[in-house]
């Protein structure tokens, strides 16, 4: 469990980088990769959260 927190945490960290490098370079290649690896994370974020839940009230 702790490395799938870890995971998401830098994937985040990876989107918020990219955002970053578009907004101070201006190039839309930056803000697409870091828009796929958002919706990727939130994507990972909540299959986890169900899965947990699932656990808890099944397990």
């Known amino acids: 469990m ?3 927190r870890l995971v998401l945490l830098l994937l985040l960290l990876a989107c918020g980088i990219s955002f970053a490098l578009y907004a101070f370079t201006g190039q839309p290649r930056y803000k697409r990769f870091g828009l ?4 990727w994370t939130l ?3 909540l299959g986890f959260f169900v ?8 397990g």
Do not use: G, M, N, W
């Open 51 to 58: 899965a947990l839940f699932l656990e808890r009230e099944f």
């Open 36 to 39: 796929v690896t958002l919706k």
């Open 43 to 45: 994507i990972a974020a």
């Open 2 to 4: 702790p490395v799938v």
